[in-house]
T-cell receptor, first 115, second 109 residues
Framework: DTEVTQTPKHLVMGMTNKKSLKCEQH?????MYWYKQKAKKPPELMFV???????INESVPSRFSPECPNSSLLNLHLHALQPEDSALYLC??????????????FGSGTQLSVL | DAKTTQPNSMESNEEEPVHLPCNHS???????IHWYRQLPSQGPEYVIH???SNVNNRMASLAIAEDRKSSTLILHRATLRDAAVYYC??????????FGAGTRLTVKP
């Protein structure tokens, strides 16, 4: 199983809502990533978890709150988002963060619209 | 941060070879060169990576300049399904993975 599964595929939320994005992998990977991608732009790194600990936070606003409850699961909790946060949110995983030659496996993303 | 420079867009004819260039003049000795591509409505997918020597796999070939300041991704016979945005990325010692602007490849039948 070389899949990274993201749910939901689409999400529409209001600015006062609280919602969560979910990402799951069963490849035994110990590093997991969140990226944000606006239309026609490259993915932007948001967070990196290594062995369930947050190792990189790219100065992301606190209305985005990541969580890694176990090595297979990564969540992104959303609260009080703005319309400009509408984007495709991509999750990825890799075996670990020990080597620079490791490849990342990406999910298909959650398309988020904030009204 | 190590950076890469790629052309914004390229066109190719179906069943012809495609050479996608990438400049990375600030590359350091331990940086690996990775290529990913993103098909429409999908997440990025790994294509190939290398350090110093040229690399081949079932998807593509990677040619790395001797001074490592540039590299070229080679698709030997482009198909319509190869139409995508191709990203050249350097993985540095911090092990983050940041995407540059990429090259949008159009394949004409």
């Amino acid at each position: 199983d070389t899949e990274v599964t993201q749910t939901p595929k689409h999400l529409v939320m209001g600015m006062t809502n609280k919602k969560s994005l979910k990402c799951e992998q069963h490849m035994g990977h110990r590093a997991m990533y969140w990226y944000k991608q606006k239309a026609k732009k490259p993915p932007e790194l948001m967070f990196v978890y290594s062995y369930e600990k947050l190792s990189i936070n790219e100065s992301v606003p606190s209305r985005f709150s990541p969580e890694c409850p176990n090595s297979s699961l990564l969540n992104l909790h959303l609260h009080a988002l703005q319309p400009e946060d509408s984007a495709l949110y991509l999750c990825a995983s890799s075996q670990g963060l020990q080597e620079t030659n490791e490849k990342l496996f990406f999910g298909s993303g959650t398309q988020l619209s904030v009204l | 941060d190590a950076k890469t420079t790629q052309p914004n867009s390229m066109e190719s004819n179906e069943e012809e070879p495609v050479h996608l260039p990438c400049n990375h003049s600030t590359i350091s000795g331990t940086d690996y060169i990775h290529w990913y591509r993103q098909l429409p409505s999908q997440g990025p997918e790994y294509v190939i990576h290398g350090l110093t020597s040229n690399v081949n796999n079932r998807m593509a070939s990677l040619a790395i300049a001797e001074d490592r300041k540039s590299s070229t991704l080679i698709l030997h016979r482009a198909t319509l399904r190869d139409a995508a945005v191709y990203y050249c990325i350097l993985r540095d010692g911090n092990n983050d993975m940041r995407f540059g602007a990429g090259t949008r490849l159009t394949v004409k039948p």
